[in-house]
T-cell receptor
Framework: DTGVSQNPRHKITKRGQNVTFRCDPI?????LYWYRQTLGQGPEFLTY????????KSRLLSDRFSAERPKGSFSTLEIQRTEQGDSAMYLC?????????????FGQGTRLTVV | AQSVTQLDSHVSVSEGTPVLLRCNYS??????LFWYVQHPNKGLQLLLK??????LVKGINGFEAEFKKSETSFHLTKPSAHMSDAAEYFC????????????FGTGTRLQVTL
């Protein structure tokens, strides 16, 4: 499968625990995005990488959130000291360098439930 | 302010009847416009995109959208709904100068009945 892969697909954690999600983008795509989707809402932008450089972070990304893309390939999103409000679907997308109309490809997401 | 608005949170149609999902945007510049579909337990899939080459855009599965600059709209249509079209549809905008990040509408849930 050459699409965007996200692991795990589901994660249930207790409040206060740390969690880490992984995203493997399409191999030739140098741009990688993280989005968060809460129930009944559209996805909201969290952060963006071009190769290994994190170029933009949303104000939604509090200090408890950190994202990395160490070698410009896969990316991880870590949430420290999880809160119930962090429960959401976390989506990863990748796209190649190109014009603004270039398509972004999405993974199936990681659904986080904080209990 | 730059924004995207989907006017209906829920649309219900009978199988075989036309589908209209409405989307308006607000922007000082010409953005890139997309429609994505999300089926339960599946990833977001691109239906179509506006690239400024033509105002009427054809997508997959018989969907179309027309870009109307004067109305700042990008409504999604399909002549005849099929049961498999039932899903969540997102109007998505990539605003100029936003590092290619996407801004999603709140979504429209399409229900198709027999």
């Amino acid at each position: 499968d050459t699409g965007v892969s996200q692991n795990p697909r589901h994660k249930i954690t207790k409040r206060g625990q740390n969690v880490t999600f992984r995203c493997d983008p399409i191999s030739e795509h140098n741009r990688l995005y993280w989005y968060r989707q809460t129930l009944g809402q559209g996805p909201e932008f969290l952060t963006y990488f071009q190769n290994e450089a994190q170029l933009e972070k949303s104000r939604l990304l509090s200090d408890r959130f950190s994202a990395e893309r160490p070698k410009g390939s896969f990316s991880t999103l870590e949430i420290q000291r999880t809160e119930q409000g962090d429960s959401a679907m976390y989506l990863c997308a990748s796209k190649p360098q190109g014009g603004k109309a270039t398509e972004a490809f999405f993974g199936q997401g990681t659904r986080l439930t904080v209990v | 302010a730059q924004s995207v608005t989907q006017l209906d949170s829920h649309v219900s149609v009978s199988e075989g009847t036309p589908v209209l999902l409405r989307c308006n945007y607000s922007s000082s510049y010409s953005p890139s416009l997309f429609w994505y579909v999300q089926h339960p337990n599946k990833g977001l899939q691109l239906l179509l995109k506006y690239t400024s080459a033509a105002t009427l855009v054809k997508g997959i599965n018989g969907f179309e959208a027309e870009f109307k600059k004067s109305e700042t709209s990008f409504h999604l249509t399909k002549p005849s709904a099929h049961m498999s079209d039932a899903a969540e549809y997102f109007c998505v905008v990539r605003f100029t100068g936003t590092a290619s990040k996407l801004t999603f509408g709140t979504g429209t849930r399409l229900q198709v009945t027999l």
